[in-house]
Every structure is written in structure tokens, then in C-alpha cells.
């Protein structure tokens, strides 16, 4: 079964500081992953976008890391901000005909002063 | 222009009510999608359009009608609703559906929708 997973589910950290948000699926055959941020009551907004033969793409203070072989991947947010503050989505899409989008269940994000 | 347009943005409604969702995008898009979002859970699909034609239809309640008039309009209808369908609905679009895997999802803002 297609599955994505998330940790931690939420995470409390100060302004200023460094965090790594972990995504690990079960989808295949992969086609690509997504990281989104979410503001409560907002839509997603991708944040990037990794293929199979991406390991590392950055986008910002927000840097992605992709492990096909063990099915991982990692958001790497630098410098936090107070407007950092929301859900963080990995989503895996399965390479074929159609739509296959998986969500994971999130990471929420809370940045404090 | 990257942008997808929903309104209204809330919404708030009696179960005997009829009232629609709207959804606008202009980049040329031709795969659009509904979800729904319950608080503190990721987004559930219902429905796909692909070139304005009914792709996807995951088992949705019959009180809830998509229809795409065109390319770059998405409604969907709501008639006789339950309280548990209070969600956040969320309108996106991508560039191709049959190539969703290379594309990316742009979504919308969302429509806070509460059923009294």
C-alpha cells in the first residue's frame, strides 16, 4: 500500500533556530516528491519539488534532501522565522498513468520569539 | 499568472441549503481537483477533471456535484449536506493530469465551509 509518513508530528522551536522535518514513503514506482507549507486555513504552496536523481535541492532557507534508496526524505529550514509558523506536507506521486498523489500527515510548526 | 482563485472564502450553510464552490485558474491548466481537508489532516481527494471531463470520482456523497464549464472554471455544488461536512475544500490544478507525476500541484486558497 501507498503510504507517506511524517515526523515529527509537531515540532516547537525558537526564532532563529535550525530544524529537519522527516518524510519516509512506502510509494512506488516513485515519480517525485513534493514539500508543501500550509498556513492554517490556507492552501498548500510547494515549497520544491525532487525527482529520483535529485538528492538535494534548495529553495531559500528551505532545503530538501532526497534518499531513493531508502526512501527518505528530509526538509532542512534554516535561520527559523515567526512566519515559518504552519504545516509542512511531504507528498509522494507514483509514476504512471493518472493521478496517485500520497499526502503525509504533516508536521506542524510552531516557531516561538 | 500562477494562481488559483476559490470563492467564497467562508461559507456557512443549513443542511437544506443548495450553495456552489467556485474555482478559477488562468495558466492554461487542464487537470482540475477538489479536496477536502478536515482540521490537522492532510487533504483528501474527490474529484479530478481532465480536459474538462470527469477523471475522478472517489466514492463522493451524491450531495456533492463537480462540474467544469470550461478549462479554467471548477464549481462544485452542494445540496442537502451533513454538519461533517464542514472542511476546508481546496480547488488545484495542474498542468496535465496523465503526466500529474511530472507536474505540480498549484492549489487554491481554500473555502472554509461550515454546515449548520
Known amino acids: 500500500k501507498n503510504q507517506v509518513e511524517q515526523s515529527p508530528q509537531s515540532l516547537i522551536i525558537l526564532e532563529g533556530k535550525n530544524c529537519t522535518l522527516q518524510c519516509n514513503y512506502t510509494v512506488s514506482p516513485f515519480s517525485n516528491l513534493r514539500w508543501y507549507k500550509q498556513d492554517t486555513g490556507r492552501g498548500p504552496v510547494s515549497l520544491t519539488i525532487m525527482t529520483f536523481s535529485e538528492n538535494t535541492k534548495s529553495n531559500g532557507r528551505y532545503t530538501a534532501t532526497l534518499d531513493a534508496d531508502t526512501k527518505q526524505s528530509s526538509l532542512h529550514i534554516t535561520a527559523s522565522q515567526l512566519s515559518d509558523s504552519a504545516s509542512y506536507i511531504c507528498v509522494v506521486t507514483a509514476r504512471g498513468y493518472g493521478q496517485n498523489f500520497v499526502f503525509g500527515p504533516g508536521t506542524r510548526l510552531s516557531v516561538l520569539p | 499568472d500562477t494562481e488559483v482563485t476559490q470563492t467564497p472564502k467562508h461559507l456557512v450553510m443549513g443542511m437544506t441549503n443548495k450553495k456552489s464552490l467556485k474555482c478559477e485558474q488562468h495558466m492554461g491548466h487542464r487537470a482540475m481537483y477538489w479536496y477536502k481537508q478536515k482540521a490537522k489532516k492532510p487533504p483528501e481527494l474527490m474529484f479530478v477533471?481532465?480536459?474538462?471531463?470527469?477523471?475522478i470520482n472517489e466514492s463522493v456523497p451524491s450531495r456533492f456535484s463537480p462540474e467544469c464549464p470550461n478549462s479554467s472554471l471548477l464549481n462544485l455544488h452542494l445540496h442537502a449536506l451533513q454538519p461533517e461536512d464542514s472542511a476546508l475544500y481546496l480547488c488545484a490544478s495542474s498542468q496535465d493530469y496523465e503526466l500529474a507525476g511530472g507536474n505540480e500541484q498549484f492549489f487554491g486558497p481554500g473555502t472554509r465551509l461550515t454546515v449548520l
Open positions: 477533471y481532465s480536459y474538462e471531463k470527469l477523471s
